[in-house]
């Protein structure tokens, strides 16, 4: 069994710099895509950002130019480094690694983290 921690998250006003990080697990080879979720209270999660095994990446248009997605995959682990924050980023974000382990592939998500923008 894979297992996914994330950390990083808190209570910030707008302009200061947040970072999470989700690290896995267990019996992995690969892990392919990570990505960032958020939910915010009463709605349907949606991806913030993903970043592929070769590095590609791609954000949400209400985060870019402010949320970088990175990855190290030697340490399979994810980070989501948040600047500007607005109240509207207030949110649960949760982690979601594509895993390949020995003989099978499957999708794993994070415990959320609450990141709280106080205005």
């Known amino acids: 069994q894979v297992q996914l921690v994330v950390s990083g998250g808190g209570l910030v006003q707008p302009v200061w710099f947040l970072s999470l990080s989700c690290s896995a697990s267990g019996n992995i080879v690969t892990i392919y895509t990570m990505s960032w979720y958020l939910q915010a209270p009463g709605k349907q999660r949606e991806l913030v950002a993903y970043i592929t095994y070769a590095g590609d990446t791609n954000y949400a248009d209400s985060v870019k130019g402010r949320f970088t997605i990175t990855r190290d995959s030697a340490k399979n682990t994810v980070y989501l480094k948040m600047k500007s924050l607005k109240s509207e980023d207030t949110a649960a974000y949760y982690c979601?690694?594509?895993?390949?382990?020995?003989?099978?592939?499957?999708?794993?998500w994070g415990q959320g983290t609450q990141v709280t923008v106080s205005s």
């Open positions: 979601n690694f594509d895993v390949r382990e020995l003989w099978s592939r499957k999708i794993y």
